[in-house]
């Protein structure tokens, strides 16, 4: 089970940090967790996701710089702290996880959580 948190309204050019917390599994050796979102009339991206046994990390190249995805192992938590947010980044963001081999596959992951919206303004 997958509990994402964190969405919110932000002015562009501001700051927010999604949550995602797994429960009720362990992790084996290719397990991923990752986010994608879907904007308002297009299809879900692939935004970033980090393998946990290799802490590999993987960043889409439109939010390289702004975004960083990162863990917490003790709480099986993933995060995606977003900065310099701009008002294209707006969408639900949903946090994923399975035994992945290609990160920015959507149909390789087995779990998703509900989303949470995210919403930049200009």
């Known amino acids: 089970q997958l509990q994402a948190s964190g969405g919110g309204l932000v002015q562009a050019g501001g700051s927010l940090r999604l949550s995602c917390a797994a429960s009720?599994?362990?992790?084996?050796?290719?397990?991923?967790m990752g986010w994608f979102r879907q904007a308002p009339g297009k299809e879900r991206e692939f935004v970033a996701a980090i393998r946990w046994s290799a802490d590999a990390i993987y960043h889409a190249d439109s939010i390289k710089g702004r975004f960083t995805i990162s863990r917490d192992n003790a709480k099986t938590t993933v995060y995606l702290q977003m900065n310099s947010l701009k008002p294209e980044d707006t969408a639900v963001y949903y946090c994923?996880?399975?035994?992945?081999?290609?990160?920015?596959?959507?149909?390789?992951?087995?779990?998703w959580g509900q989303g949470t919206l995210v919403t930049v303004s200009s």
């Open positions: 994923a996880a399975g035994n992945v081999r290609f990160v920015t596959r959507q149909r390789e992951y087995d779990y």
């Open positions: 009720g599994r362990t992790f084996g050796s290719a397990y991923v």
